[in-house]
């Protein structure tokens, strides 16, 4: 896929795209209407029982806690939680799902008109041009925006089991001998959100899905796995010409397992259907298959409607009724959003937002730096948050760990910060003395004591070895001294070499600056 093509495609094209996102409450310990446990894999059909199997005369009985971790989902994210809504049932036939229908919710969930903002660096494709509906928003001069995504609802349902193909390659049907079904999972408690066709590019679709994601964590009610599935991304997609207001036809991809794949899917999505409609073709509404192999999808299904699933009210269950008090308490366990946080870290520490940002995406992270500037104070915060956006982050990122499984602990990066900040090492030692403290689990003082790094900041012993070499290199000083300031370059080199590499370079060019003037 070429970029140009993508740009070229863009001009003339304008993508809406609506997302429909499920995640699991892993938090629930048990299923949605039976007393099941909640676990991820573990030995087939171990986890099962005649509700969640789906027998005759099974009645299930909802769990509480699961529609209390939607109400909180739905207040984070701004929604308008229903004073009655009811489940639905939703035929199909599907093997892992042995009611043959599942208990889903309706046209009367429990939230709906929500809203979540998305931060869209600038640049390149990542651009959302301009609009002609409204929806355009100004960008910073440095390109960045917020796009307002909004939420058209959330509700509860069950999920089905799962299949496994064996004897074919990796997992898929094609050349499968045998299917199974698992129905370990079968009832887990799952949250269907869907957004608005509010999104317009595959980066701001992919910063959707991370927010959310992030919401989701604060909250707790989710681990939302993309791996083992407890988070899945549908993306809808279609193209519509720019200028203009009417949607076009839309197709839903299915299978995204990363936040990558959806942003790849949805560009694959763009160049095919713009191909099809520059071809004076039509796109077709149906369900297609992202192959993250293959790079591209491809035809699943043809798309069903509403009417196809034949909803009508669960009959054995009676519907809701929240009161005032019971949205209120839920109101009362929401946790700081990773709005506000963001915010406050900007406020309480001073930080740039670029810094509050990428520290506040994860909670782990904003967990460290919160910890380790408590200790330091706010002066130190944004040392502290260099520390830790470049070399702690790099270090994460090549040994492939989080934070919390790393040796480095908030005091270390505090004590270091520390040490550069008192002058005792350089911020050139600092680096390596990160490296093997990250290494080690070593205090950062430990180290510097053992290595012997300490910087030299002792004027008078620099100001010895500054006069040997003035005294050795007459005509470098004469040269100096008759305007080629450039070669104060070759003293600090001299002095450094001298002094080891030890000797503290403001000091050394103060001492320098002094004696090579008088
Ligand atoms: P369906 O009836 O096919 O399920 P919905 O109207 O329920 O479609 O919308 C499903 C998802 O598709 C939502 O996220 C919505 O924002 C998005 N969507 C709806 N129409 C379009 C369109 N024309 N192009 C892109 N996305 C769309
Ligand atoms: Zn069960
Ligand atoms: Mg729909």
Redesign the pocket.
């Known amino acids: 896929m070429s970029k140009d093509r993508l740009l070229e495609v863009l001009e003339r094209w304008e993508p809406?795209?609506?997302?429909?996102i499920h995640t699991e409450l892993t938090s629930t310990r048990t299923k949605m209407f039976c007393g099941c446990e909640v676990a991820f894999g573990g030995e087939p059909n171990t986890r099962v029982c005649p509700v969640c199997l789906g027998m005759p005369g099974a009645l299930p009985v909802p769990n509480q806690y699961a529609i209390e971790q939607t109400v909180l989902a739905g207040l984070a994210t701004e929604c308008t939680i229903a004073p009655h809504s009811l489940f639905h049932r939703k035929q199909y036939f599907y093997p892992d799902m042995p009611k043959d229908y599942q208990i889903s919710q309706y046209d009367q969930p429990f939230c709906e008109d929500g809203q979540i903002l998305v931060e869209v660096d600038g640049g390149g494709v990542a651009q959302r041009l301009d609009v002609a509906d409204g929806t355009g928003v100004t960008p910073a001069e440095d390109g960045s925006y917020t796009a307002r995504i909004g939420i058209?609802r959330i509700h509860l349902e069950e999920d089905t089991g799962k299949m496994v193909h064996v004897g074919g390659s990796e997992g898929r049907l094609a050349g499968a001998t045998k299917s199974l079904v698992d129905f370990n999972r079968a009832g887990t408690p799952l949250i269907e959100l869907?957004?608005?066709?509010?999104i317009r590019t595959p980066e701001e679709a992919r910063r959707f899905a991370q927010k959310l994601r992030l919401i989701w964590l604060s909250l707790g009610i989710s681990d939302c796995s993309m791996e083992e599935g407890s988070m899945r991304v549908?993306g809808?997609?279609?193209l519509r010409k720019r200028g203009t207001v009417e949607?076009?036809?839309?197709a839903?991809v299915k299978n995204m397992n990363s936040f990558k794949s959806l942003h790849d899917a949805l560009v694959y999505e763009i160049l095919r259907q713009a191909e099809l409609l520059d071809s004076g073709g039509t796109v077709v509404?149906e369900t297609r298959h992202w192959d993250v192999g293959a790079k591209r999808t491809s035809a699943l299904r043809s798309?069903e409607?509403?009417h196809d699933y034949r909803y009508f009210p669960e009959p054995d269950m009676t519907p809701f009724e929240f009161s005032e008090e019971f949205i209120d308490g839920i109101r009362q366990r929401l946790p700081e959003l990773p709005d506000a946080k963001k915010i406050r870290f900007m406020a309480t520490w001073g930080l740039p937002v670029h810094d509050a940002t990428v520290l506040t995406s994860d909670l782990e992270m904003a967990e460290f730096f919160e910890a380790a500037v408590t200790i330091g104070g706010a002066e130190r915060a944004k040392p502290i948050a260099n520390l830790m956006l470049n070399d702690l982050a790099a270090h994460l990122n090549a040994a492939g760990i989080s934070v919390t499984a790393s040796k480095v602990v908030p005091a270390m990066v505090d004590e270091l910060v520390a040490l550069v900040e008192e002058g005792t090492i350089s911020g050139k030692q600092a680096k390596d003395v990160f490296t093997e403290m990250a290494e080690t689990g070593d205090a950062p003082g430990a180290i510097v004591e053992i290595r012997g790094l300490k910087q030299v900041s002792d004027t008078g012993a620099i100001e010895a070895v500054v006069d040997r070499i003035i005294a050795e290199n007459p005509d470098k000083v004469e040269g100096y001294r008759s305007g080629r300031t450039g070669l104060m370059g070759f003293f600090v080199g001299q002095v450094m070499r001298e002094m080891g590499g030890q000797a503290n370079p403001a000091v050394v060019n103060e001492v320098l600056g002094r004696r090579l003037s008088s």
């Not at 809406?16 to 429909?20: F, M, N, Q, S």
């Open positions: 809406v795209i609506g997302l429909e058209t869907v957004s608005e066709p509010d549908d809808n997609i279609s949607f076009g036809v839309k839903e509404q798309k409607a509403a």
